[in-house]
T-cell receptor, first 113, second 114 residues
Framework: AQSVTQPDIHITVSEGASLELRCNYSYGATPYLFWYVQSPGQGLQLLLKYFSGDTLVQGIKGFEAEFKRSQSSFNLRKPSVHWSDAAEYFCAVVPNTGNQFYFGTGTSLTVIP | NAGVMQNPRHLVRRRGQEARLRCSPMKGHSHVYWYRQLPEEGLKFMVYLQKENIIDESGMPKERFSAEFPKEGPSILRIQQVVRGDSAAYFC????????????FGEGSWLTVV
């Protein structure tokens, strides 16, 4: 079955530490890949996206993500986390034969001083 | 340059009443998507519309839920005879084209059924 998996429900990191949020998908062909961030009570903001080309993509707020075809993964990273990064992060995929976004269940990030 | 506008932001309804959620897409966007987010869960696709057409409603509950995107005016998500289980955040998103294009989200409408 087609799916998007974010294996980490909740992650806690110290401010200034590095961060990696995992995302795996299972689709027949390479889909379009996205990361969104949601602050409490707010909508979703696009962090970055991958359609094709360079497998390392840069996004806003210092985030980057790397597409690894062999692992069907699109992990989100940030070298140094800021307290304002505390939020819910969603990975999403769009099969390249369709137009519907499929979201993972999200990873909640807590940043401690 | 307004983004996706949703209203109301918060809505309280008693069981059995109707809820209407409105979504105005970004300027120039003709594709609208509705998603539902239940507490502690991710976003679940409900329906995808273009002007005057429902393209994909595979995520819509079979009863009580309907959506439209008329030629003029906002897209409407309508929930009839609401039940407590309908309490959720409903997000609208829009895009300029369909396949593979980025979708931009509104800030959501929080429905509480009491």
């Amino acid at each position: 079955a087609q799916s998007v998996t974010q294996p980490d429900i909740h992650i806690t990191v110290s401010e200034g530490a590095s961060l990696e949020l995992r995302c795996n998908y299972s689709y027949g062909a390479t889909p379009y890949l996205f990361w969104y961030v949601q602050s409490p009570g707010q909508g979703l903001q696009l962090l970055l996206k991958y359609f094709s080309g360079d497998t390392l993509v840069q996004g806003i707020k210092g985030f980057e993500a790397e597409f690894k075809r062999s692992q069907s993964s699109f992990n989100l990273r940030k070298p140094s986390v800021h307290w304002s990064d505390a939020a819910e992060y969603f990975c999403a995929v769009v099969p390249n034969t369709g137009n519907q976004f499929y979201f993972g269940t999200g990873t909640s990030l807590t940043v401690i001083p | 340059n307004a983004g996706v506008m949703q209203n109301p932001r918060h809505l309280v309804r008693r069981r059995g009443q109707e809820a209407r959620l409105r979504c105005s897409p970004m300027k120039g966007h003709s594709h609208v998507y509705w998603y539902r987010q239940l507490p502690e869960e991710g976003l679940k696709f409900m329906v995808y519309l273009q002007k005057e057409n429902i393209i994909d409603e595979s995520g819509m509950p079979k009863e009580r839920f309907s959506a439209e995107f008329p030629k003029e005016g906002p897209s409407i998500l309508r929930i009839q005879q609401v039940v407590r289980g309908d309490s959720a955040a409903y997000f609208c998103a829009s895009s300029s084209t369909g396949t593979g294009n980025t979708i931009y989200f509104g800030e959501g409408s929080w429905l509480t059924v009491v």
